[in-house]
Structure formats: structure tokens, C-alpha cells
């Protein structure tokens, strides 16, 4: 099979080819949105999801929050001391397992979730999409990262 029968016009190394650029670009443009519109409540996206999280689950430990948002406790740790620092969450140690530590929603991060409830509609509007065509990306893309996290490559013969 060659480059243009796969679908590739000349190069297949082309930048522009590659779905996971698009991918990439289409985050980052997302991320631009979502600081002008999670500014009002103080959060970045990705304390935005953290709050996400608890919003629908309640308190959770924080590997379980990061198995919902596919981050490591080292990613996480920092997002969380600032969201505690900001008096939105509370976390707490267990006192079974002491490397067990739990995050519960405060007061002021339950309150939040009523101001937040906005942001949904706002993302929508800027994205240009109708709700359907938003809902046949975001299950296209979960079939996709399924996918994803099913393959079992093996390191290429040139790499080795």
C-alpha cells in the first residue's frame, strides 16, 4: 500500500496528516476558550475538571480522581494544594491507609457549582457545533481513545 492509497496526499510526514496534531491543536484552542470563560470563577481547566469530578462523584481519594481525569498523583497534587489553598476543597488522609488521602468538596466548592453552570452553554456556543454534532464528536473520540488504549504495539524493527 503506498502513502496516497492510505489516504496521505504526498508526505505522509506532513504535519497537517497527522490526527494527532489536530487533536492537539483543537485542545490548546479549547484550553484559549476556557481561560476566558472559567476566569470569572477562578478555576484553570484543569481544575475545572478536578471540580468536575467531585461535582459528580462527591469525595473521592486521589487516585481516583486521577483514574476519572487520567492524571498521576504528581499532576494532581499541585491542582488540588491550590484548590485547597483557594478554600474549594478539603483534603483529608485516611486513617486506615495514611498514602491515602481523600478530597471532599468545601462550602464555597459545592457553591461554585451553581455559578459554574454556564460554562457548559458557553463552551457549546464558541465551538460552532450544534449539541448533536457535539455529542457525535465526543462519541467518536471515546471510541477512539478506547481503541487507543486497547493496541498493543510492538517497537518497530527500524527502532531497534
Known amino acids: 500500500m503506498t502513502a496516497v492509497s492510505a489516504?496521505?496526499?504526498?508526505?505522509?510526514?506532513?504535519?497537517?496528516?497527522?490526527?494527532c496534531f489536530s487533536l492537539h491543536a483543537a485542545s490548546r484552542a479549547f484550553g484559549s476558550v476556557y481561560?476566558?470563560?472559567?476566569?470569572?470563577?477562578?478555576?484553570?481547566?484543569s481544575q475545572y475538571t478536578v471540580m468536575l469530578v467531585l461535582w459528580e462523584h462527591g469525595p473521592l481519594p486521589v487516585?481516583?480522581?486521577?483514574?476519572?481525569?487520567?492524571?498521576?498523583?504528581?499532576?494532581?497534587?499541585?491542582l488540588l494544594k491550590r484548590l485547597e489553598a483557594n478554600g474549594l476543597v478539603?483534603?483529608?488522609?485516611?486513617?486506615?491507609?495514611?498514602?491515602s488521602v481523600t478530597v471532599?468538596?468545601?462550602?464555597?466548592?459545592?457553591?461554585?457549582?451553581?455559578?459554574?453552570?454556564?460554562?457548559?452553554?458557553?463552551i457549546v456556543t464558541a465551538s460552532g457545533l450544534d449539541p448533536n454534532e457535539i455529542r457525535d464528536l465526543r462519541d467518536r473520540l471515546d471510541n477512539?481513545?478506547?481503541t487507543l488504549d486497547r493496541v498493543d504495539l510492538e517497537p518497530s524493527p527500524a527502532a531497534q
Open 7 to 19: 489516504g496521505f496526499a504526498e508526505d505522509p510526514l506532513r504535519l497537517d496528516r497527522h490526527i
Open 35 to 45: 481561560r476566558v470563560v472559567l476566569k470569572d470563577l477562578g478555576l484553570t481547566y
Open 144 to 146: 477512539l481513545t478506547a
Open 90 to 99: 478539603h483534603r483529608e488522609r485516611s486513617m486506615d491507609d495514611e498514602r
Open 104 to 122: 471532599r468538596l468545601t462550602d464555597a466548592g459545592n457553591a461554585l457549582r451553581d455559578q459554574a453552570m454556564d460554562v457548559p452553554r458557553r
Open 63 to 78: 487516585r481516583k480522581i486521577g483514574d476519572h481525569l487520567r492524571l498521576d498523583s504528581g499532576t494532581l497534587s499541585p
